[in-house]
């Protein structure tokens, strides 16, 4: 299994022309694609990937470098609307040419698989039924919330842990696994939902200058789900919510109870990017977020359970 990282900027990096004084701006588009093992990161290619997109998204002269994270990364409150990850226009319709129609519009309607979902929705809002999620710095923190136990895998960078017993209302918590350019997976599974929903993160390198580090982070539905359908009933606390974040002011990855968000986390491989319209699709937000490393990554399983 492949894994996947992504790091958003905010600033385009200014860069000095070599042979003038002219600024120029230079935005582009890299794709890593790193080994489960969290060994190898290979250059741009169509990603394989059992789970998630790895889109890495930055501004700089280098192909594979990873740009520092956005100044206002090393402040909390200004990632709020996590305006790291470019938002395509909703309007452009080669874009979009399937829209969900997981929408809420008229009534509840049944939700239907869309290979191509519209743009990823970043909101660092807390959905009202769930609590605020608050992160510790550099660790992973996997609250459980649901009624029942849950099991713990950790995948990719190094040795993590696996079969980890995270019993009913009990909260596990270990260090960032820190593999650069390398993710880690986080599977959770129940006695009852074998397939494991995930939560994905990966960590760039610290920007020299501004001791910060992007952690970038998403939540995965595909390997649990029935592939090409709407039906999510096989993941772990999936019934009673899910919610992911980088803490306080990052963009919180949430999915209702029993809701098909397809927005805020993968339920379709790659985002809907293919070989053959990855052109214009790795122009779709994607939906990975990115915050500090010293934020951590906190997420919740049956969050709608949770009183406090
Ligand atoms: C698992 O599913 C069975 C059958 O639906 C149910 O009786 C049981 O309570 C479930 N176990 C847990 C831990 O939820
Ligand atoms: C959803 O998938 C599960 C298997 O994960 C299956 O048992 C169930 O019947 C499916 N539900 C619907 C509505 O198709």
Not at 77 to 83: D, E, I, K, R
Not at 157 to 173: D, F, H
Request: net charge negative; proline share 9%; with cysteine.
């Amino acid at each position: 299994m492949k894994l996947a990282l992504l790091f958003a900027s905010l600033a385009p990096v200014l860069l000095a022309a070599k042979c003038s004084s002219k600024v120029v701006t230079v935005t582009e588009v890299v794709r890593i694609t790193c080994a489960a093992d969290g060994k190898s990161c290979g250059p741009p290619g169509p990603a394989t990937s059992s789970s998630s997109t790895a889109v890495v998204q930055h501004s700089t002269t280098s192909s594979f470098s990873i740009a520092p994270p956005p100044q206002q990364a090393t402040n909390k409150q200004s990632l709020s609307t996590n305006a790291a990850v470019p938002q395509p226009p909703v309007n452009t319709s080669p874009i979009n040419p399937k829209p969900s129609t997981s929408g809420n519009s008229g009534g509840p309607p049944a939700p239907t698989y869309n290979p191509l979902p519209e743009p990823a929705i970043f909101s660092s809002e807390t959905p009202s039924i769930f609590n605020v999620l608050e992160g510790q710095s550099g660790m992973a923190v996997i609250i459980n919330s649901c009624d029942y136990d849950l099991s713990l895998n950790s995948v990719g960078c190094g040795t993590g842990v696996q079969g980890q017993l995270i019993p009913a209302g009990e909260t596990y918590t270990e260090p960032i696994r820190d593999c650069t350019n390398a993710g880690v997976a986080l599977h959770a599974t129940s006695k009852n939902h074998t397939k494991p929903v995930i939560v994905e993160y990966g960590a760039g390198p610290q920007d020299a200058l501004k001791l910060t580090r992007p952690l970038s982070y998403d939540l995965s539905f595909l390997d649990c789900m029935v592939k090409e359908t709407a039906n999510l009933t096989g993941c772990a606390g999936w019934k009673e919510g899910h919610q992911c974040s980088g803490g306080v002011g990052s963009t919180v990855w949430s999915c209702l109870p029993e809701q098909y968000c397809d927005r805020t986390s993968y339920t379709v491989p790659e985002y809907g990017q293919t070989p053959e319209n990855k052109d214009w699709r790795i122009k779709v937000a994607a939906p990975v977020a990115s915050t500090d490393f010293t934020n951590g990554v906190v997420w919740e399983l049956c969050a709608a359970n949770r009183v406090n």
